[in-house]
């Protein structure tokens, strides 16, 4: 019991402790600020963003598709007779004589045409609305209908194309053929309504909406489209989304940073610290207010936006993350411009993380390596599992749990106020975790807890890579993904050498690289088992993660890997570690060569 | 106010800044979305606009045709981009589900005059990258025929747009306007929003690391004290920006005017960098000071996104060549505003100095 009543006393006085500072300077700013924020967003919604305006220079003659060009702010338009504009083709992007566009084919000049046919095509339809005879005008329908298939990495392994061209022969189903209904020739819907949701969908031209225009394609007519609104959806909506929920996060774990900073900045959390109080108690207590506030934004958004509040769940596992990384960059950073940087570092990474996989959101399994994916099919409606949770979000648990572990067992006096610099801090800090009776067994688990933030990095170098063409993509993977685990094996073996040089003997050495190989392999396979099966079962996963089959392959490569560094350490001191590095990383792309994809002999 | 004084103020920052090797952790930082934005832009090329990865060019698509014959058929038949196959519906659907197809077409039995609407049902994968291209791609058949079938019933219309003829498109430019209308302003206005907090952290260092009296019982007086971190700053922006145009032209983007780009950046952040200075001189104390100075920076980007010609839109114009001599009247503009706030800050940390002389 006294555990939480440490755990709720130290969070009232941060609280406490926070509004005081807020109410007095901050607050009557804040609401001045909040108030011209609410005054510009009106204005800028009124007026538009006019970040491209004048990107185009056109000329044209006939001054109503002047009058129709320039609506776009976009083009700088040019009236002049035909005999002036033909004289100066080439000083514009596009000239429009008679009716003809010409193209100057710079490429401004193809960007221009491509804007002017969305906008061209925007003004027919809107002529085309006010048809009376709406089927004269509209002749033709799309009814979408999406088949479901069995989407597995295999199929769509490159990110590119799967099929094989067959012959010249039509393809053959090898499976059971249902019975498809013939689809009925006409419309389910009335000309009125089909012609309400045509003007609904073309009637938003702001400059705004040219950016969120996907966000509300689905129009209430579902599946019936016009081929000109037949594209692939973009999925802005989940560009908007990150920054949406991921923004306010960003923010408020600033503020978690700063308390941690403030409290060692002059020392003064040496009261705290000099009280009776378990370091756990007063890291939990300070970052419960900054979790129930973050809990709290987030909901308000959610019931703002109008989305289900089961979306909250995939964010409370992205919550803790950045807190467990707010609470060590506040821990490690020395001063007030370092800490600036480390987190905008953090935070773009991270950002990077949830947001690159969920653009992929609609179109493959990869994107379920991100929490905010979940996300965007929970506002699609679009179902997701138990394991599909667990497969997105368990690093984010595991990374954030080993952090907090960490900060909690740094959160003393000779950590806090040291003023070293950043790297030999965090090796500090990792040693601090290093048990000295049990340098073996510390090892172990050093490299096992490595593993989520190998994954992480891995799985980011994935979704990064994933976007180049297939050969290219599988050789940087290859070489980077060996980069990662070697660098995550060469820590505790480091961090030992750091703490004492002479510990490495022969015996040790083979020892300690015994015991972070099965260590590593030991958590690599484990976490494998649990969550990522789907990915390992891939090309790219059997780079990423040594496949499930045989054991002691993979674990002869760590051990022969993790002991090319110790060895350099040893001989060359600390300037060997990047030599081993690199050498050990070869070996382990040779044998990932050799024997996964059987590219060599 | 001493020009050495500033300098020695500068060159004080500067050295913490390597020290601490944080310059470093900007240099990663740009490194990582440089290609960031270079992997996001091939990947989205190569999603959304096939073609212009060659190897796929030449890659036909299966496609299933079940129901009437049309003119939907042909096309479909005369175009590079597919291999056609009159199926049976059901038959065709369950190829299409073992991913034998990339769609099946159904076309019904009515009449290209008829009142009603032609209504082709067309069957895709669900989450699928390929359907999303063949999408694209059928769009091109779709409108074709949908303009066949307009011309069939042009009688029937009461009002004809405008005509106008455009060039078939030879591909490309899809990512123009994100690079240049979207990336680049936003890349290369950043280092003025790094350097603005930067300066909030400088100056709130001093008062909350309480090494204030000893800078200000040097002969350096506390405005110059200031002045030099504004400078520190503001020296960081041209170095940074001008590493962003490098890392993009890299990058095979070419950019007009790299030159008077990084003149207005540097002109423009300066207003930042001393709204910074101001809310780290008012607040002195950082948590407070980034908060308000961060809520401060919306609200001036959204007011300044809605004016129009803007300084960021300039750097668009200026990116593409099309910025005129207007550019100079957004300058002067920008100038004054800097005046005033540079007045602002001198006044503010003339009085900053005396009350802490006297406290």
Redesign the interface.
């Known amino acids: 019991m006294g555990w939480l009543t440490d755990i709720s006393t130290i969070a009232r006085w941060e609280v406490k402790k926070s509004l005081t500072?807020?109410s007095r300077?901050?607050l009557p700013?804040?609401i001045v600020?909040?108030i011209?924020?609410v005054a510009?967003?009106g204005?800028?919604a009124?007026?538009?963003?006019?970040?491209?305006?004048?990107?185009?220079?056109v000329g044209v003659d006939?001054p109503?598709?002047a009058e129709?060009i320039a609506s776009d702010?976009?083009f700088?338009v040019y009236r002049a007779d035909p005999a002036i504009l033909e004289k100066n083709r080439n000083a514009f992007d596009l000239v429009?004589m008679n009716?003809?566009?010409?193209?100057s084919?710079t490429?401004?000049?193809?960007?221009?045409?491509?804007?002017?046919?969305r906008d061209?095509a925007k003004?027919?339809n809107s002529?085309?609305n006010?048809?009376?005879?709406l089927?004269?005008?509209?002749?033709?329908?799309?009814?979408?209908?999406?088949?479901?298939?069995e989407?597995t990495f295999l199929?769509?392994q490159s990110?590119?194309?799967?099929?094989a061209?067959?012959g010249r022969k039509?393809?053959?189903?090898?499976?059971?053929?249902?019975?498809?209904p013939?689809?009925?020739?006409?419309?389910d819907f009335t000309k009125e309504e089909l012609r309400q949701e045509l003007v609904k969908t073309s009637s938003k031209n702001t400059q705004i909406s040219r950016y969120t225009e996907v966000l509300s394609a689905e129009s209430t007519m579902g599946r019936f489209k016009?081929?000109?609104q037949?594209?692939?959806?973009?999925p802005f909506d989940s560009i908007i989304l990150i920054f949406v929920f991921i923004f306010p996060l960003y923010?408020t774990s600033?503020?978690f940073m700063?308390?941690i900073m403030?409290e060692r900045?002059?020392r003064k959390g040496e009261v705290l610290l000099s009280t009776p109080v378990a370091s756990s108690s007063i890291i939990l207590g300070k970052m419960i207010p900054y979790f129930i506030g973050m809990l709290a934004i987030c909901t308000a958004l959610t019931l703002y936006v109008r989305a289900p509040l089961i979306i909250l769940l995939p964010l409370i596992p992205v919550i803790v993350f950045f807190l467990a990384n707010a609470l060590l960059i506040g821990m490690l950073s020395?001063?007030?411009?370092?800490?600036?940087?480390?987190s905008?570092?953090f935070s773009?990474?991270a950002t990077?993380y949830l947001f690159?996989p969920s653009?992929f959101a609609?179109?493959?399994v990869i994107s379920l390596i991100s929490p905010l994916t979940l996300i965007v099919l929970s506002i699609q409606a679009s179902p997701w599992t138990v394991t599909d949770y667990l497969y997105s979000t368990s690093l984010f648990w595991l990374t954030g749990a080993v952090l907090f572990y960490i900060g909690i067992r740094n959160f003393k006096e000779e950590r806090l106020f040291s003023e070293k610099?950043?790297l030999p801090r965090i090796r500090e800090f990792l040693s601090e975790i290093m048990s000295r009776k049990h340098p073996f067994l510390s090892v172990f688990l050093l490299a096992g807890f490595s593993i989520p933030f190998v994954f992480m990095v891995q799985l980011m170098s994935l979704t990064?890579?994933?976007?180049?063409?297939m050969p290219y993509s599988l050789v940087l993977l290859l070489i980077f993904a060996a980069l990662v685990e070697e660098c995550a094996k060469a820590v505790g073996i480091y961090t030992l050498f750091a703490q004492d040089p002479a510990f490495l003997t022969g015996k040790n050495l083979l020892a300690a690289c015994a015991a972070t190989a099965i260590g590593f392999l030991v958590a690599e396979k484990l976490l494998l088992f649990i969550t990522l099966a789907q990915i390992s079962e891939s090309v790219f996963g059997s780079i990423l993660f040594l496949s499930l089959g045989v054991l002691w392959m993979p674990l002869l490569l760590h051990f022969a890997g993790v002991l090319i560094v110790a060895c350099s350490l040893k001989f060359w001191g600390r300037k060997g570690l990047v030599i081993g590095l690199v050498t050990a990383t070869a070996v382990h792309c040779l044998y990932n060569l050799y024997f996964i994809l059987g590219w060599i002999g | 106010m001493k020009a050495r004084h500033l300098s020695i103020i500068a060159k004080k920052e500067f050295r913490g800044l390597f020290n601490e090797r944080t310059i470093l952790l900007a240099v990663l930082l740009q490194l990582f979305i440089a290609m960031f934005s270079s992997f996001l832009m091939v990947g989205l090329t190569s999603m959304y606009d096939p073609s212009s990865l060659s190897k796929y060019s030449r890659y036909k698509y299966n496609i299933a045709y079940a129901g009437n014959d049309s003119a939907v058929l042909e096309y479909l038949q005369t175009s590079p981009d597919f291999r056609v196959y009159p199926m049976d519906l059901s038959t065709g659907v369950a190829a299409l589900k073992e991913r034998k197809l990339s769609a099946v077409i159904y076309v019904p039995d009515t009449s290209p005059s008829a009142d009603e609407p032609v209504k082709i049902t067309l069957y895709t994968l669900t989450n699928d990258l390929q359907s999303a291209i063949v999408d694209v791609k059928l769009k091109d058949v779709f409108l074709k025929y949908e303009k066949d079938l307009r011309q069939i019933r042009i009688d029937r219309l009461g009002e004809l747009p405008i005509p106008l003829q455009v060039p078939k498109s030879s591909g490309g430019g899809d990512f123009y306007e994100f690079v240049y209308g979207l990336l680049i302003p936003l890349l290369v206005f950043m280092p003025a929003i790094i350097a603005s907090a930067l300066v909030i952290d400088l100056i709130t260092e001093e008062y909350q690391h309480e090494t204030l009296e000893t800078l200000i019982s040097t002969p350096i007086t506390f405005s110059e004290m200031v002045w030099g971190k504004v400078l520190a700053c503001e020296l960081l922006v041209p170095i940074q920006a001008g590493a962003w145009l490098l890392l993009l032209m890299v990058n095979g983007i070419a950019i007009q005017n790299a030159g008077l780009i990084l003149l207005q950046v540097v002109v423009t952040s300066l207003i930042l960098i001393l709204l910074g200075a101001l809310t780290a001189l008012h607040y002195r104390e950082r948590t407070a000071a980034q908060f308000i100075f961060s809520t401060a920076l919306v609200v001036v980007i959204l007011f300044v996104l809605a004016l129009p010609s803007n300084p960021l839109n300039l750097l668009t114009r200026l990116a593409v060549g099309t910025a005129g001599p207007e550019q100079w009247l957004v300058l002067a503009a920008t100038g004054s505003v800097i005046i005033i706030l540079g007045y602002l800050t001198q006044k503010y940390a003339e009085r900053g100095g005396k009350s802490h002389h006297a406290g």
Request: glycine content about 4%; cysteine-free.
């Open positions: 500072m807020m300077e901050v700013f804040a600020l909040f011209l924020l510009v967003t204005f800028a009124q007026s538009g963003m006019h970040l491209q305006d004048g990107m185009y220079e006939d109503r598709v129709l702010a976009r700088s429009i009716g003809q566009v010409y193209s084919g490429d401004r000049a193809k960007a221009a045409q491509k804007t002017l046919e061209y003004y027919v002529v085309y006010r048809e009376s005879d089927f004269a005008a509209y002749p033709l329908w799309i009814d979408v209908q999406t088949v479901k298939s989407l199929s769509t990110g590119q194309y799967v099929q061209a067959p039509a393809p053959v189903p090898e499976g059971e053929i249902s019975a498809i013939t689809p009925s020739a006409s419309l016009t081929p000109s037949l594209s692939p959806p973009l923010f600033q503020f700063m308390s403030n900045i002059e020395r001063s007030f411009k370092e800490l600036s940087f480390i905008i570092f773009t990474v990077s690159f653009i609609n179109v493959h610099p950043l990064l890579f994933f976007n180049l063409p």
